[in-house]
């Protein structure tokens, strides 16, 4: 009985200690239930984000480097179709929520609600949803920038990431 009672017990310590572990530091007024969670990065989870899987900033690549992005909070989707002869999606049409990556070049990140550049040889759009692409650099140093775009390629607000890779030689 004794020691069914202190397994029970200790059961409870080792679950209590766990709770405690994973729990955030909370403003005060904040219940577990109310306060935002975080993860290991301090991302708070519920809020949009947008980063490069690989390479990281720091990173030294190959000349002929894969780039993989990621998001959070965020639907990353195809460019819905639009019908023959129209060229952009309507405002009412804008999916919430929703956007595409475009990769900026040696450029900086575009002002949130600004078109992103089509066309421009410093961006790369993936209409397609897709968040991989095969690059082939010139030796140095160059900067990345990754941007969600909406259906109208204007740039959501806080959805880009900037960093510095050097290219081997």
């Avoid at 310590?13 to 577990?32: I, K």
């Avoid at 480097?65 to 965020?74: L, V």
Wanted: hydrophobic share 40%.
């Amino acid at each position: 009985m004794a020691s069914r009672m202190f397994a029970l017990v200790a059961a409870g310590a080792v679950t209590l200690s766990m709770a405690a572990c994973n729990r955030a530091e909370q403003p005060a007024g904040e219940t577990a239930a109310t306060a935002p969670a975080e993860d290991h990065s301090g991302h708070v989870a519920g809020t949009s984000r947008a980063f490069f899987v690989s390479p990281k900033n720091g990173d030294t690549i190959k000349p002929n480097s894969k780039f993989e992005f990621g998001s959070e909070a965020i639907t990353i989707a195809a460019i819905p179709p639009l019908p023959e002869g129209v060229t952009t999606v309507a405002d009412a049409d804008v999916r919430a929520n929703t956007g595409h990556y475009h990769l900026g070049v040696d450029t900086d990140c575009i002002a949130d609600g600004q078109e992103i550049p089509r066309g421009a040889k410093d961006w790369i759009h993936f209409g397609k949803g897709d968040a991989t692409i095969d690059m082939s650099l010139e030796p140095g140093p160059h900067k990345f920038s990754l941007q969600v775009g909406d259906d109208q390629h204007k740039a959501v607000k806080g959805l880009c990431e900037t960093i510095n890779v050097t290219v081997a030689p």
